[in-house]
């Protein structure tokens, strides 16, 4: 099991390499560069700038120069907000994306497992009807619209909650972003959760359990249950790697400082540091999520072995 | 009948008038008919029948396992008190406890996801209120009962670490884990090979005699029904059409029923062609090996012979019989001779080595030597037609021919295997078993080969089902001259079709010959041990065999 762990681990390197290196040269193709949005930026204060920033070096040798940063742990400083280097601005906005996406992440799984359980077990029911309605209304209606109506309900109409703002990580201002970012995701897990356990009640260990008169906890719990576990763990790795890497709309939406803004923001600003550095984050993410869904699976499968 | 069967006196278990109905798309389909049905201690029942006859569901029905959209009416009484209707949890405490029931899919009756150990002591603790540890050591002894070699390193073994043949001796361990007084057996031996299913009927009637237990055995054989039951039942659309001691039933039948059942039993031999027929098929030693695992870091990985150094000779108008159990590359080795896995050795088709040739004339060769598979429905694609699916050769191997021509080789060969050439518009889920397998066929024979690969054509199908199938191979062979290379676990099928047998196990030829003495005086213990436990062909009484 550690060879395995240490295997896997080796062979996201290259992966991550290869990574960084296409977003590196894709960035460079993109037309513009970090400074030239800037009004009133004279020839010259540009030309310094771009040589303090080492821009005006040929790509290959600023490519070498990331790598270098970039294996020494610094991703460099943002170009766009000079007063931060882009670790910073990480070790300040990781923590609130990290602490929104795993509250979501833990109720969907939560919530979204639940139902998707109750609706298998009466499918083709009233109940079963409802939530199969919901999970649909849920992964349908966008964030986008799912935000300002929280916000105009519970903020402006009944003033329950403050409209927006991190407030210092206060609760009543997670709220809103943490179920605007869970109920899709309840809905997707509700669906996919049902789905599987309709499939695993049809099992024929599930006939032998029930021939045996184990009755319906063992039944449903015991042998249903962890056999339909295993789609959900394969979903919920990636989905964990987008969630706790933050949300564009629910950050704009609610002035949450994560981090979630930065891809499109430097994108679009050409602030390449920073959207090199959200890249291996992200990426890193991906890779460690993905090899835990791998790990969680053996435990769950003992048919799968890792030797 | 035997001692036991008197011991009893009062029913067991009694069905009365049960019927069994679902609610399909299609409408209502009326699976069991208000059958009668009565089991006394120590006593087996066997209910026989073709699949379709409802013999499973009327024993789901008394077990409270039907589908969701099935209802069941009429009457179960064990011992005398009423268990249909029952909610579940009323029933929980007969089910298992008082009547248990082990399947037909050993593969899959097992949750693949807890140890043999915990699943064993699941029953344990619900029905004998043992703690943990007691449970573990009574674990143990059911294992040992059952027969399973070292039980306490069993106990930690997954069910996917087990043959089939061992899966079910688990089941059957879990089944008697609280001591029923019925065990309800649904063709617990059909996916097993034959030697292991005789080691699985032998374990039953031992456990029997033991524990008095009355056995209802569900099945489609009726060798296995007439050795191991003391009363027979035949259903047929959902109703007993006759009901009798084994003996009587199933040797002076009264039903017509019965005796199309019986008479549908393989019989006929084939005489083996002349002399001087032309070799159409020459192997010298085939070896074929598979490799698994490997790669850039997954370590060395794993050889595996499929087929050892394995020859024969097929002559035209010729049968050769290859039988052997599951595992023993008897399929690899047909697949082999026609190309379709790479092997080693010499493999020569109608006097052209195989291994020399190239691609277009390995084409030509193929077009003679075709092959049909075990599973009629997986081997035929879903979204085409069946005139479609039996033309696709013919696109391939004659390109030229235009649409008309083509409709009326479709026609000739549908019309060859006797299916009506109006249905070629259809889909393959339109057809029965036995049907698709006539399609496969005509997909066969489209293309006029001259050497047929079947791999177990006749498995899946019911015994009067493929009846029909071993008459058309017949008459096929004798009018297009065909030679056959009959690949099967069935050895009584092989016996009625072929005119040389080869037995293989493990990869290799354990003994080969004339059909007729091979099956008389099988010169190898592996030979003689599959004749054995394939019943109803020797004719020796069940109980000097079993001993």
Partial sequence: MLRYVLRRLLTAIPTLFLIVTLSFFLLRVAPGGPFSQERGLSPEVRANLERVYQLDAPLWRQYLNYLADLLQGNFGPSY??????????????????????????????????????VAALRQNRGVDYAVVALATAGSTIPTFVIAPLYQLVFALTLSWVPVAGWGGGALVNKIGPVLTLALPQIAIVARLMRGAMIESLRANHIRTARALGLGGWSVVVRHALRGALLPIISYAGPAAAALLTGSVVVETVFAIPGVGRYFVDAALNRDYTLVMGTVVVIAVFVIVFNLIVDLLYALVDPRVRYD | MTAETTRGTTAL?????????????????????????????????????????????????????????????????????????????????????????????????????YTIGSQLAEPLVRHKRLSGRAARTRAVELLTLVGIPEPERRLRAYPHELSGGQRQ?????????AEPEVLIADEPTTALDVTVQAQIIELLRSLQRRFGMGIVFITHDLGLARHFADRVAVMRYGKVVEEGPAGEVLTRPAHDYTRMLLAAEPTGTKPPPPGDAPVVLEARGVDVTFQIGGGL????????????????????????????????????????????????????????????????????????????????????????????????????????????????AVIAALEDVTLDPALRNRYPHEFSGGQRQRIAIARALILKPRVLVLDEPTSALDRSVQKGIVELLRRLQKEHGLSYLFISHDLSVVRALSDWIMVMRHGQLVEAGPTEEVYRAPAADYTRALIAAAYGLDGTAPDARMA
């Fill in chain 2, 13 to 113: 278990l009694e069905l009365a008038g049960l019927d069994v109905r679902f609610d399909t798309p299609d409408g209502e389909v009326h699976a069991v008919r208000g059958i009668d049905l009565a089991l006394k201690s120590g006593e087996t029942l066997a209910v026989v029948g073709e699949s379709g006859s409802g013999k499973s569901q009327a024993m789901m029905a008394a077990m409270g396992l039907l589908a969701k959209n099935g209802r069941a009416g009429g009457s179960v009484r064990y011992r005398g008190r009423e268990i249909l209707g029952l909610s579940s949890r009323a029933l929980d405490e007969v089910r298992g406890a008082k009547i248990a029931m082990i399947f037909q899919e050993p593969m899959t009756s097992l949750d693949p996801l």
């Fill in chain 2, 169 to 177: 001796r688990v089941m059957i361990a879990m089944a008697l884990a």
């Fill in chain 2, 297 to 408: 870091f997954a370590g060395p990985s794993l050889e595996i012979h499929a087929v050892d150094k394995v020859s024969l000779t097929l002559r035209q108008g010729q049968t050769i019989g290859i039988v052997g159990e599951s595992g023993s590359g008897k399929s690899t080795l047909g697949r082999a001779l026609i190309r379709l896995v790479d092997a080693r050795g010499d493999i020569s088709l109608f006097g052209h080595s195989t291994g020399l040739i190239d691609a277009a004339g390995l084409r030509a060769l193929r077009r003679q030597a075709q092959i049909v598979f075990q599973d009629p429905y997986g081997s035929l694609s879903p979204r085409m037609t069946v005139g479609e699916i039996i033309a696709e050769g013919l696109r391939v191997h004659e390109p030229g021919l235009d649409a008309r021509a083509r409709e009326r």
């Fill in chain 1, 80 to 117: 766009n907000l000079p007063d931060f280097t882009v670790a910073d601005l990480f070790r300040v906005g990781l923590p609130v994306s990290i602490q929104l996406g795993a509250s979501a992440l833990i109720l969907a799984l939560i919530l979204g497992s639940a139902l998707g359980v």
